[in-house]
């Protein structure tokens, strides 16, 4: 089982940017997906999450507004639109899937991607 994280780049502040999260080696059907993030020198923090059906979402606060998570069951793929992206959005974004109903709490998630980086210049 694999997740792959992918889209990360260098924007300018204000920017957008679109992750992508596909997921290969089996379907996710009754898995809740999220995005965490991991500045440099920080610890790993909850940023959105989606629930299997996509009918539910959570957001961590700082991200309201301006990212935007979707999901694809029949392409097994997660997507994470980001815009009006800000310096302290920098970080390693890893994508992840949590069996059952959505949660916020990274070890509820038992599959993990390696993770795209985001760097948001000033």
């Known amino acids: 089982v694999q997740l792959q994280a992918s889209g990360g780049g260098l924007v300018q502040a204000g920017g957008s940017l679109r992750l992508s999260c596909t997921v290969s080696?089996?379907?996710?059907?009754?898995?809740?997906m999220g995005w965490f993030r991991q500045a440099p020198g920080k610890e790993r923090e909850f940023v959105v999450a989606?629930?299997?059906?996509?009918?539910?979402?959570r957001y961590v606060d700082s991200v309201k507004g301006r990212f935007t998570i979707s999901r694809d069951n029949a392409k097994n793929t997660m997507n994470l639109q980001m815009m009006s992206l800000k310096p302290e959005d920098t970080a390693v974004y890893y994508c992840?899937?949590?069996?059952?109903?959505?949660?916020?709490?990274?070890?509820?998630?038992?599959?993990w991607g390696r993770g795209t980086l985001v760097t948001v210049s000033s």
């Open positions: 992840a899937a949590a069996p059952g109903a959505i949660t916020t709490t990274p070890s509820r998630y038992t599959y």
């Open positions: 080696g089996r379907t996710f059907s009754g898995y809740g």
């Open positions: 989606i629930s299997w059906s996509g009918d539910s979402t």
